[in-house]
């Protein structure tokens, strides 16, 4: 599933998501839960599919707070799609596992996001700088 999205998004989306738009905005109450979930500690240690997508040598920083959109929307769109096992329960009837694994299986993906979320306003702001 996982790469499916991916690839989907990458066959429409070419890492040139508008990241001005509102729905990449980070507000302030997003930055203040980042700083209590302590985003910056724990964000290096995290695993990167492909690494060279987000190198500052290989493309600008336009480039990467493009490829941080539609990085956002695959693990946003794979969070929502983790609940799809639920209705396996229907036909194997054990919906708390169903429930919880779909639910980690969320939180997961959007550890993710919130890693895109967070590096990229750092990113708008190195935009703006050069």
Same mark, same amino acid.
């Given at each position: 599933?996982?790469? &499916?999205?991916?690839?989907? %998004?990458?066959?429409?989306?070419? !890492?040139?998501?508008?990241?001005?738009?509102? +729905?990449?905005?980070?507000?302030?109450?997003?930055?203040? #839960? %980042?700083?209590? #979930? =302590?985003?910056?500690? +724990? =964000? !290096?240690?995290?695993? &990167? %599919?492909?690494?060279?997508?987000?190198?500052?040598?290989?493309?600008? +920083?336009?480039?990467?707070?493009?490829? &941080?959109?539609?990085?956002?929307?695959?693990?946003? &769109?794979?969070?929502?799609?983790?609940?799809?096992?639920?209705?396996?329960?229907? +036909? *194997?009837?054990?919906?708390?596992? *169903?429930?919880?694994?779909?639910?980690?299986?969320?939180?997961?993906?959007?550890?993710?996001?919130?890693?895109?979320?967070?590096?990229?306003?750092?990113?708008?702001?190195?935009?703006?700088?050069?």
């Amino acid at each position: 599933m996982r790469l &499916t999205v991916a690839f989907a %998004y990458n066959s429409v989306i070419h !890492n040139r998501a508008d990241y001005k738009k509102r +729905w990449y905005q980070v507000g302030r109450l997003e930055k203040k #839960l %980042y700083e209590k #979930l =302590k985003v910056k500690s +724990w =964000k !290096n240690s995290m695993p &990167t %599919y492909d690494a060279d997508i987000f190198n500052p040598r290989l493309h600008t +920083w336009e480039q990467i707070a493009q490829a &941080t959109c539609q990085a956002e929307l695959v693990h946003e &769109t794979i969070a929502v799609l983790s609940f799809s096992p639920i209705m396996a329960g229907i +036909w *194997f009837g054990a919906y708390p596992v *169903f429930i919880i694994t779909s639910v980690f299986s969320a939180m997961f993906d959007m550890m993710f996001v919130i890693i895109q979320r967070y590096n990229r306003q750092r990113i708008v702001k190195l935009i703006k700088v050069c």
